[in-house]
């Protein structure tokens, strides 16, 4: 793999450090356009993973899964895993996280949230931790039961050093597709 850093792409082919599909299950959404529609207190949000990414000599398949739960309207908590499989190094990554939709905005909605994402890394390397920022928006419209978004991210690791298999500061696109039921 080499202390350079793992470069990757998303899965739609735009040059970008990282990204990957995810598809949210949440709670029925409202049919005024203000309401808290999917991003209301007490809706879960379940996710499913799934993109590449490669590093200098190899490609990973990257598989997830995430829970949360919005506690107020808009603000939700959740864990997400994922595995990156396929190479060597294997690498887990367990991230909680915290998000705050504005959910009151018509149909495009913006985010914004933090995380924390701990790296077990296979092969002899050190696992490293990793602290985040993400902002986007969200597109809701009224009476549907499919929005979409994205995003940037921006993740620091945190006591980088050469033995660090990541680059210390990445900025990467996400991607959302959520259905509502």
């Not at 998303?10 to 808290?36: K, M, N």
């Not at 990973?60 to 864990?79: D, Q, S, W």
């Not at 915290?98 to 390397?125: A, C, D, E, L």
């Not at 549907?144 to 660090?164: A, I, M, R, T």
Request: proline share 7%; hydrophobic share 40%; charged share 15%.
């Amino acid at each position: 793999l080499g202390m350079q850093g793992l470069r990757n792409a998303i899965a739609l082919g735009v040059v970008a450090y990282w990204c990957t599909w995810s598809f949210h299950v949440a709670a029925q959404p409202g049919a005024d356009e203000r309401a808290p529609g999917p991003f209301a207190a007490g809706s879960p949000r379940l996710s499913v993973t799934a993109g590449t990414a490669w590093s200098e000599h190899d490609t990973y398949f990257v598989l997830g899964v995430g829970a949360g739960y919005f506690f107020i309207n808009g603000l939700e908590v959740g864990l997400d895993y994922e595995a990156w499989v396929a190479a060597t190094p294997t690498l887990q990554r367990l991230s909680p996280e915290i998000r705050y939709v504005f959910y009151f905005v018509p149909t495009v909605k913006p985010y914004v949230g933090g995380f924390y994402r701990h790296t077990f890394v296979g092969s002899g390397f050190p696992d490293y931790d990793t602290l985040g920022l993400r902002g986007g928006i969200y597109i809701a419209p009224p009476s549907s039961h499919v929005y979409g978004g994205g995003g940037l991210v921006y993740e620091h690791v945190l006591d980088c050093g050469p033995l660090v298999i990541a680059d210390c500061d990445a900025a990467y696109p996400e991607l959302f597709l959520g259905f509502t039921f």
